[in-house]
């Protein structure tokens, strides 16, 4: 029984910036690939960042340079450091982990349960 906590969030000004942070919480699973997701009203779900467990990384264009997302094996955390914020930078933000339980080869896909971030003009 894994569980997703997401923290971070808030109101900033445009060119502000914030921390998200998503830790996994359970026993009996190790962690492949982490990362950020976003939404807005009438939008799709869109990859935001992704770091896989080799520790490459890949973001949106709309965020390359201004996001950094990493993550922290030994406490089941992945953050997202997000600077130089904008309007359009306003979303839920959910963390994911595609997960494997120890005691066998199955994989999940788990998702936090979202972090409202707003950008103010």
């Known amino acids: 029984q894994v569980q997703l906590v997401e923290s971070g969030g808030g109101l900033v000004q445009t060119g502000g910036s914030l921390k998200l942070s998503c830790s996994a919480s359970g026993s009996g699973f190790s962690i492949n690939a982490m990362g950020w997701f976003r939404q807005t009203p009438g939008s799709q779900r869109e990859l935001v960042a992704v770091?896989?467990?080799?520790?490459?990384?890949n973001y949106a264009d709309s965020v390359k340079d201004r996001f950094t997302i990493s993550r922290d094996n030994a406490k089941n955390t992945v953050y997202l450091q997000m600077i130089s914020l904008k309007p359009e930078d306003t979303a839920v933000y959910y963390c994911?982990?595609?997960?494997?339980?120890?005691?066998?080869?199955?994989?999940?896909?788990?998702w936090g349960q979202g972090t409202q971030v707003t950008v103010s003009s």
């Open positions: 994911y982990c595609n997960i494997k339980a120890r005691a066998g080869s199955l994989r999940y896909d788990y």
């Open positions: 770091i896989p467990s080799s520790g490459s990384t």
